[in-house]
């Protein structure tokens, strides 16, 4: 069992930059392939990154590669989502979610282990 808790989200204006995190519990949170996930309102939850254990990285190419960044802090159980370049698109609940296995998925089902989000509101 894998507890996660979303922080970091807020209020910025476009352009701006926010890093959210978030702590996992238990002792094999360096053997999950962890992603972020976002949901605007009245929108689906959609894939945003992945990272695996062995810190591979994905990106939704479409919407934040090169704005975004993953990463993990095995040693704190803990992983990040940097995000600079923010724009008012970018406003969601944002999701931290951890799969038992190695590979990148960027399909929800796939995960096991949710937050409970962190809401991210961007204004123009």
């Known amino acids: 069992q894998v507890q996660l808790v979303e922080s970091g989200g807020g209020l910025v204006q476009a352009g701006g930059s926010l890093r959210l995190s978030c702590a996992a519990s238990?002792?094999?949170?360096?053997?999950?392939?962890m992603g972020w996930f976002r949901q605007a309102p009245g929108k689906e939850r959609v894939f945003v990154a992945t990272i695996t254990n062995i810190a591979g990285v994905t990106y939704d190419t479409d919407s934040v590669e090169g704005r975004f960044s993953i990463s993990r802090d095995n040693a704190k159980n803990t992983l990040y989502l940097q995000m600079n370049s923010l724009k008012p698109e970018d406003t969601a609940v944002y999701y931290c979610a951890a799969r038992h296995s190695t590979g990148h998925s960027r399909s929800i089902k796939d995960y096991v282990y949710w937050g409970q989000g962190t809401q991210v509101t961007v204004s123009s």
């Open positions: 238990g002792r094999t949170f360096s053997s999950y392939t």
